[in-house]
């Protein structure tokens, strides 16, 4: 029997941003007949996202705090709370307006393809954003490295390698999915969940889940160009430069762990990377010595210096310890 829209449960995590829950909302709302249910699930530390939930007064909105600010638990939380009856968990983010038919084509693929177990739209490429150049290509190429480089391709090739089309001209097989929008079978849950050892802010979780899932089930993520949508990029709580180095250096040390760590070509391969990485950003301070680009670079050291002294930690899933290092430290300036 097809996927309709009443199995679909829709799960936005928020935190802080009550503007834009509200816009994101006010697209929801043509879809709300329709769909199962819309779970605002609110971390943030006022009343203020509540009350924009509230001022909804539509039943098929409904509202969980959480008091933990981490955008996996509150996506498992979501999923714990949804309807028995929802066979589809789709998740957005709080910045994001879903176009006129993006569930529809999103549940085309679903019933389209049986072995599918998730499936996105497209977010396209930012048109004020400069295209990559031939020279960026061939030095991501070389290094295993992500970004938009290529027409239909949403591959990972390495920890930092997650690629994502930056042309997108059918629906194509990806091994992970954006966390601003994806959705997934609901019985995956029973066995699967969002890694809660990467608490808070992160900017590997949804790369983490989409590739366990592609390894377990071949083939069985979609990324479709029909389902349209806008991702408006909120900056608002975005993490402060300092800790946002040392978190996605973390983050990726961890996935790279997890994931890809067990054969010797996968260990060269992070290695090549980091390598990569870091030749590009030295090319990157001599051709542009401003003030921020050395203090970025000077963050990157101290993040990769910090990896390298505390693997042990970080392989254990220990990944949020840095903030203590980072407290430590200040304390000692």
Wanted: aromatic fraction near 14%; proline fraction near 4%; hydrophobic fraction near 40%.
């Amino acid at each position: 029997m097809p996927y309709s829209l009443k199995d679909i449960s829709v799960v936005i995590p928020t935190f802080n941003r009550a503007d834009e829950l509200a816009i994101t909302l006010k697209a929801f709302k043509p879809h709300l007949k329709y769909l199962r249910e819309v779970i605002v699930v609110d971390q943030s530390a006022n009343n203020a996202s509540k009350q924009v939930v509230k001022r909804q007064n539509l039943q098929k909105i409904r509202y969980i705090h959480s008091s933990t600010p981490s955008i996996t638990r509150a996506r498992n939380l979501g999923v714990k709370h949804a309807s028995p009856a929802s066979k589809i968990i789709c998740f957005t983010d709080d910045d994001v307006s879903v176009g006129a038919n993006y569930f529809v084509e999103i549940l085309k693929v679903f019933n389209a393809h049986p072995e599918a177990k998730a499936a996105a739209g497209y977010v396209p490429y930012e048109k004020n954003m400069p295209l990559p150049s031939t020279i960026e290509k061939i030095a991501r190429k070389l290094f295993f490295l992500g970004g938009r480089l290529y027409e239909n391709d949403a591959s990972i090739v390495s920890a930092y390698g997650n690629r994502y089309p930056l042309v997108i001209s059918q629906t194509i097989n990806a091994d992970w999915m954006p966390g601003d929008n994806m959705a997934y079978l609901k019985e995956l849950f029973k066995s699967m969940k969002f890694d809660e050892n990467l608490l808070g802010y992160t900017v590997a979780e949804d790369i983490d889940f989409g590739y366990r899932l592609s390894r377990k089930f071949k083939n069985s993520i979609f990324i479709t160009p029909h389902a349209k949508l806008t991702h408006r990029y909120s900056f608002k709580e975005r993490q402060p430069s300092e800790r946002a180095s040392f978190l996605n250096q973390v983050d990726h040390f961890y996935f790279n762990f997890k994931n890809l760590n067990s054969t010797f070509k996968e260990k060269i391969i992070f290695f090549w990377t980091l390598l990569g990485i870091t030749a590009l950003r030295i090319a990157l301070f001599l051709l542009h010595p401003e003030k921020k680009h050395r203090l970025k670079l000077k963050h990157y050291f101290a993040s990769l210096w910090y990896c390298f002294t505390h693997l042990q930690r970080i392989r254990r899933g220990r990944v949020r310890e840095f903030d203590a290092y980072l407290s430590s430290r200040a304390k000692d300036l």
